[in-house]
């Protein structure tokens, strides 16, 4: 089955620094790559999502990137604020059934 | 409608009792999901329903844990005789037919098995 491998664990930067997460997955025929945000004690947010027929997609501070070939995704966030302290997970689907199959997630911690 | 909602937020319950989570999903969403979170880990898928009927139940963890959606729309997630290894965040998320349209998580239900 699908295996979804999250790096780093953890990751301190300065704020106003950029922050970059990486993800590889094992399957294939995976076709919808999420990325959720979860604050301590609260449900995962989705913050960015990209389907395997686009390379990159952006929303304000936030970009991922898609290598279908290599079979990996990467979260960017630029101008890290306090605020974008979280856990973050990233996910992959095949689509068909609609469940995810999470990272480890990275523990993001930003530095006033 | 304010979202997936999840009862009760947390459980507290003796090694070897019984209990139930109910999960109330966006009212036009047709998908349900259970996953269960574990403590620094990301969330693990265990089943879903598309309306009433379950069509994924291999991930439940074990014949212990069962799941029903009897009327295509609130969901409930049992597990019987419960063990200290169960304690854990359980996640219920919804969606609508297609895709990943409107993929939401409700809070979650907090169990510790003492």
């Known amino acids: 089955g699908e295996n979804v491998e999250q790096h780093p664990s953890t990751l301190s930067v300065q704020e106003g620094d950029s922050a970059v997460i990486k993800c590889t997955y094992s399957d294939s025929a995976s076709n919808y790559f999420p990325w959720y945000k979860q604050e301590l004690g609260k449900r995962p947010q989705l913050i960015i999502d990209?389907?395997?027929?686009?390379g990159e997609k952006k929303d304000q501070r936030i970009a991922v990137t898609l290598n279908k070939t290599a079979k990996h995704f990467s979260l960017h966030i630029t101008e890290t604020q306090p605020e974008d302290s979280a856990v973050y997970f990233c996910a992959a689907s095949k689509g068909s059934q609609g469940n995810l199959i999470f990272g480890k997630g990275t523990k993001l911690s930003v530095k006033p | 409608d304010t979202g997936v909602s999840q009862n009760p937020r947390h459980k507290i319950t003796k090694r070897g009792q019984n209990v139930t989570f109910r999960c109330d999903p966006i009212?036009?969403?047709?998908?349900l999901y259970w996953y269960r979170q574990t403590l620094g880990q990301g969330p693990e898928f265990l089943t879903y329903?598309?309306?009433?009927?379950?069509?994924?139940k291999s991930r439940l963890l074990s014949d212990r844990f069962s799941a029903e959606r009897p009327k295509g729309s609130f969901s409930t997630l049992e597990i019987q005789r419960t063990e200290q290894g169960d304690s854990a965040m359980y996640l219920c998320a919804s969606s609508l037919d297609k895709g990943f349209d409107g993929y939401t998580f409700g809070s979650g239900t907090r169990l510790t098995v003492v």
């Open positions: 329903f598309q309306n009433e009927a379950q069509l994924e």
């Open positions: 990209i389907r395997s027929n686009v």
């Open positions: 009212s036009e969403h047709n998908r």
